[in-house]
Protein backbone atom coordinates (compact mmCIF):
# COMPACT_ATOMS: atom_id res chain seq x y z
CA UNK A 1 0.00 0.00 0.00
CA UNK A 2 2.63 2.32 0.55
CA UNK A 3 4.54 1.53 -2.40
CA UNK A 4 1.53 2.52 -4.38
CA UNK A 5 1.22 5.39 -2.46
CA UNK A 6 4.63 6.28 -3.39
CA UNK A 7 3.82 5.94 -7.11
CA UNK A 8 0.99 8.11 -7.11
CA UNK A 9 2.67 10.57 -5.79
CA UNK A 10 5.67 10.50 -8.37
CA UNK A 11 2.58 10.62 -11.03
CA UNK A 12 1.07 13.64 -9.87
CA UNK A 13 4.22 15.34 -9.48
CA UNK A 14 4.89 14.69 -13.11
CA UNK A 15 1.46 15.29 -14.17
CA UNK A 16 2.05 19.28 -13.43
CA UNK A 17 2.47 20.85 -16.32
CA UNK A 18 5.81 23.26 -15.08
CA UNK A 19 8.56 21.70 -17.35
CA UNK A 20 9.09 23.55 -20.32
CA UNK A 21 8.48 20.83 -22.55
CA UNK A 22 5.35 19.80 -20.96
CA UNK A 23 3.28 22.87 -20.71
CA UNK A 24 1.27 22.46 -23.68
CA UNK A 25 0.08 19.17 -22.80
CA UNK A 26 -2.77 20.50 -20.76
CA UNK A 27 -5.10 19.04 -18.79
CA UNK A 28 -4.63 15.68 -20.26
CA UNK A 29 -1.59 13.97 -17.86
CA UNK A 30 -3.40 14.93 -15.00
CA UNK A 31 -6.66 13.66 -15.76
CA UNK A 32 -5.11 10.36 -16.94
CA UNK A 33 -3.92 10.57 -13.53
CA UNK A 34 -7.14 10.75 -11.95
CA UNK A 35 -8.55 8.27 -13.62
CA UNK A 36 -5.57 5.88 -12.10
CA UNK A 37 -6.58 7.49 -9.04
CA UNK A 38 -10.07 6.58 -9.47
CA UNK A 39 -9.63 2.99 -10.58
CA UNK A 40 -7.20 2.15 -7.20
CA UNK A 41 -10.02 3.81 -4.56
CA UNK A 42 -12.43 1.43 -6.46
CA UNK A 43 -9.84 -1.58 -5.87
CA UNK A 44 -8.99 -0.72 -2.21
CA UNK A 45 -12.77 -0.30 -1.22
CA UNK A 46 -14.09 -3.16 -3.12
CA UNK A 47 -10.95 -5.66 -1.48
CA UNK A 48 -11.68 -3.93 1.76
CA UNK A 49 -15.91 -4.60 1.37
CA UNK A 50 -17.23 -1.13 1.43
Known amino acids: MLVLLIILLILAFGAYPAW ?8 YPSGGL ?7 LLVLLLEHGI
Open 20 to 27: PHSRNWGY
Open 34 to 40: GLVILIV
